[in-house]
């Protein structure tokens, strides 16, 4: 089926699916950010064909998401490396996970787990909640059209504003 | 091109994404969570031909993300409600949106705004935290095979043990 693109949509959600619509892209995230860097890596992990893993790296490198840089061990290789904005999909595999512990699993079944290397322990769970904290279902929350993006510490401080203070 | 099932994987994100993967899944969800409840609804804001909406709605009833509920107005036709497993994607959402917010539009581009109701300012940032509150970057996480998932309560209990509290 020839996918309709939503490049230039309104909705930041549509973009973003647009970008990781296809359901190789965030799995090959997901070990990048587990690690992988090395085409073979990608390849033997996920059992992807060798040609749809390559378009898909291209993509993603051409969307800003992976950037190439040369193997320490081979000149004529290359690796692929998470970007910052491939990095932030962090919170996007976060949720997923979430959401597939919670839902897709029977009782007893086994499963990989995600833990902060420090703790031994899960990460916090994501929570769509008010910057006062305040938890937020659908019915809390409304759409508004023609808003404009602004300049990015702008929507950063504003976004951050509440957040827990980290304890180093 | 045929896809390979992810249903039984140990990893949360992988199936996640089997059920998810599709790209218009998710914008299905996102129409439902701001109201969206009739075929025809779904229909023309999406612009899907009517074929493929339905397979993907009937996918996500038996999926467990959708129920059907006979509609109000007429008894021969059916309406699409989100089921509490499928309001919880609402945290999916809210990722790949602000994921979106942040790196697919240029500045002042125009976008489509999520607001909570009562502020009219967004929701909090999902960020990657330990339960403590320290920010988690990918390298600072790790992940173990082998784990078992517990009952319910256990996860949900532990996972939210330090969100900030509600302030009603």
Redesign the interface.
């Known amino acids: 089926?020839r996918?309709?693109s939503f490049e230039h949509a309104?909705?930041?959600?549509?973009?973003?699916?647009?970008?990781?619509?296809?359901?190789w892209t965030?799995?090959i995230v997901?070990n990048a950010?587990?690690g992988a860097t090395r085409f073979t890596d990608f390849q033997q992990n996920l059992?992807m064909a060798k040609n749809?893993l390559s378009a898909r790296l291209q993509q993603l490198v051409s969307d800003?998401v992976f950037e190439t840089r040369p193997s320490p061990e081979r000149a004529d290789r290359q690796e692929y490396h998470?970007t910052d904005?491939g990095?932030?999909?962090?919170?996007?595999?976060?949720?997923?996970?979430?959401?597939?512990?919670?839902?897709?699993?029977?009782?007893?079944?086994?499963?990989?787990?995600?833990?902060?290397?420090?703790?031994g322990?899960?990460?916090?769970?994501?929570?769509?909640?008010?910057?006062?904290?305040?938890?937020?279902?659908?019915d809390?929350?409304?759409?508004?059209?023609?808003?404009?993006?602004?300049?990015?510490k702008h929507?950063?401080s504003?976004?951050?504003a509440?957040?827990?203070?980290?304890?180093?």
Chains 1, 2 share one sequence.
């Open positions: 089926m996918r309709k309104a909705c930041p959600v549509a973009r973003s699916l647009d970008v990781l619509g296809d359901w965030l799995l997901r950010l587990h059992g749809i800003g998470l904005k990095r932030r999909l962090q919170v996007v595999l976060l949720a997923l996970r979430q959401w597939g512990e919670d839902h897709l699993f029977a009782e007893g079944e086994e499963m990989t787990e995600l833990v902060d290397k420090e703790s322990e899960a990460p916090a769970r994501l929570e769509v909640i008010s910057k006062e904290g305040r938890p937020l279902g659908p809390g929350l409304e759409v508004r059209t023609g808003a404009r993006r602004l300049p990015a929507r950063r504003s976004g951050l509440r957040q827990p203070e980290p304890k180093e």
